[in-house]
């Protein structure tokens, strides 16, 4: 009774534990996998912004860092708004794969 109650069901059926721990728990914490990955991937966006000021590398950090340093607002804001976008659709696309892999989401 030291496992988890999601994998216990699997594990009584007449399967070998190596087959019941790769096919039901990745499948649980993929789900969970997915959604961190998505996340982190929108900080690494916003932390894109120093990396380039610090290291004088052109990108849309290093614009939105000269547009700030002259207070250029319009493309701040345009900026911004490629970045949120951006994040916006990795969660979503983390949300659709999340259900499409995960059926217990898709009631939800």
């Known amino acids: 009774m ?9 594990l009584q059926a007449p399967l070998t534990s190596r087959v ?5 728990a ?3 914490a993929i789900v ?5 990955a998505a996340v ?7 932390g894109s912004i120093v990396i380039e000021a610090v290291f004088n590398m052109q990108g849309l950090g290093y ?4 547009a700030i340093a002259r207070n250029d607002f319009p493309v701040v804001q345009a900026v911004v708004l ?14 659709v794969a999340n ?4 059926p217990r989401i898709r009631l939800a």
């Open 40 to 46: 982190q991937f929108g900080f690494m966006l916003g």
């Open 82 to 95: 490629i970045l949120a976008t951006i994040y916006v659709a990795l969660t979503f696309i983390a949300d």
């Open 32 to 36: 969970a996998v997915i959604a961190v």
């Open 26 to 28: 990745i499948g649980i």
């Open 20 to 24: 019941s721990m790769t096919g039901f």
């Open 63 to 66: 614009l939105a860092w000269e």
């Open 2 to 10: 030291s496992e988890p109650i999601a994998i216990q069901g699997p």
């Open 99 to 102: 259900a499409f892999l995960d």
